[in-house]
């Protein structure tokens, strides 16, 4: 499994470094979200502080949600799919490594985004460094439960549209449990308990997308 | 046990909710510190709790036993199917009880509460669930992707359990299954509230099965059309 | 002996029968060359055969695998196939790609070059597979068997998009590999004329087999 994931998670990576979507499309399109968010809730900086933390989270869905489909879209081309399943490969294996892809890929993401909230949302900058773990971690099961969804919705009619039904209440309270450990984080409060929600969340998801990847494929 | 539920579980059903509704509407008393708003306590408690843990648990456990190959069959994904279905409509029930017992007691008819949120969430991942079957055309990759996406979107059932002890929240902590022990009802009104679990779960036994038939039904047709189709194409060889 | 065994064999896609209940048994050592119109079912007994579709009805079974209760990920492991679609991640170099399928079943890398110039993929080493033209997508799905030497070949359509060179490689290769022990099968539009090998043609139509031919 261990071999498969890492396998898998270089290919995925490799394929990322090659295309340059995140590069040219993903991150672009997290920056400009950001902005956006920034004139909609005004120039007051006080506001914008208040409110970073959950615009972050925000911005940073949306932006998995592209990811995510690029990583199934990059299974399902016609030919890749097939040839791919006749490798045979450990199911449990590729389900680790392309969350281990997605997740280096979004935590690329989420330090610019970082960067983002401190320049545009007026966030202290220490308040973004020790927030950092926090986003971490729920990037990882963000990760995690996104490869799942992803599988479910791929190859699909209308997977694009069919992604964002299934996964966004699924991502709903490691939103509000990542915004509230980043809150937390910036202004002081309970972190450890949300940090503690976010780990079990994780160990959950990864449990269950090791056992139930496989059967992913057969369909 | 067949003969019972294809005779006599619909009238049961409908005598105990009429019942439920008698004893609650004019047999109890009304609370002493919120009147008879607190007779939608026979009511809320009941849905919610059948759309959790009786509906939503029918459909993991059914999608779970699908997806392990020993017990896997297409009348278990027919069970899952529908218990989803009747999980969204009592999740419905709920949060319109909720409201509706929410305006005169918090004054608005929703907050962004632990419990109220996690409950809505379900009710959209079985809107999700419904939405992901209609995607798939072929039953058997149907029938794994939802079984799939049951069992980890049950995830939120626990959650929303616990959601009233780990945050602090508007809504009330549990009625029955509260960390004491020890009801917090009394007399005429907690035997009320019990048989209002006794006939909102039957009325789920009842809604489960009146659309399972009707999924078998619809099955039925598909393996008709299949043979038909099947007819069809040997005789293009034929000709 | 006879690698794979089908009885009634029926395989549907959403209601639809791709296969209306095929009858055929596969010798080891053979070629078997599967014609017919379009929408015959050719490619879907193939992907039957390759463990890429589930039988719906009857029974079968391919190198010892159950098609109904076996476990039809080892048996894909088992099969090499070519599709007309192309094979594996068009984002990755020929040589990326074939490293990929190497290292997924624990093959040794040292075989790619050998099978790079052997179909002639050399200079094509570096080119990302979606610049590939058909032809040469189709000669990197055989160079990944030629380093995988599967014991059963499944091809659909692979003279399809070849040249002469190419068609004349492919009968050179298949003739090798029925000389070192596996079994072919194929599918094509119209029998194949010039094989320089005993090929048994069956024909398939409606989702059945017809005719059933050894030539």
Known sequence: MIRTALLVAAKDLRIEARSRVLLWQVVPFGVMALLLIGLAVGPSATTTRHLAPGLFYVVLVLVSLLMINRSQAVENSPGTKTSVTMLGLDQAGVFIGKALALLLELAMTSVVLLVGVVLFLHVPLHGALIASPSVLLTIATMSVAGTLYGAIAAGVDGPATLLPVLALPAFAPLLIAGERSFASAVIGGALAKWLLILILALIVYVAIGIILYGALEES | MKLFAQRALGPVTLVLLGLTIWLGIWVTPPDAVQGNLARLLYVHPAVATVALYLSYGTATVASALYLWKRTRSMTLDRIAEAAVEVSLVFIVLTLITGSIWGRPAWGVWWVWDARLTSTAILGVLALGCLALRRANDDPVVRARRSAVFVIISAINVPIDHYSVEWWKTLHQGATVFNPGGGLKVHGSMMWTLLLSFVSFSMAFLWLLRARYRLSERQYQNTERALQEALDQRRAEVTN | ?215
């Open chain 3, 1 to 215: 002996m006879t690698i794979a065994h089908l009885e009634n064999a029926v395989v549907t896609l959403a209601g639809y029968p791709l296969l209306s209940g095929v009858d055929l048994d596969i010798e080891e050592r053979s070629v078997v060359v599967l014609t017919g119109p379009n929408g015959a079912g050719k490619t879907s007994l193939l992907r039957l055969l390759a463990g890429l579709e589930t039988l719906a009805r009857g029974e079968g079974n391919v190198l010892g695998f159950d098609l109904l209760h076996g476990d039809r990920r080892q048996l894909r492991r088992e099969v090499g196939w070519i599709g007309h679609e192309g094979s594996f991640y068009n984002e990755l170099t020929v040589r990326d790609n074939l490293v990929f399928a190497a290292r997924s079943l624990g093959r040794p890398i040292d075989d790619i070059p050998v099978a790079l110039q052997r179909t002639g993929l050399v200079e094509r080493t570096n080119t990302l597979a979606k610049r590939l033209s058909a032809g040469q997508r189709r000669r990197l799905g055989l160079a990944w068997l030629l380093v995988r030497r599967p014991s059963l070949w499944i091809l659909d359509e692979p003279y399809a998009s070849l040249d002469e060179n190419g068609r004349d490689f492919l009968n050179g290769l298949i003739t090798e590999v029925i000389r070192q022990g596996a079994t072919v099968v194929l599918s094509a539009h119209d029998p194949l004329r010039n094989a320089t090998f005993d090929v048994r043609q069956v024909r398939m139509e409606g989702g059945r087999i017809v005719n059933r031919d050894v030539q």
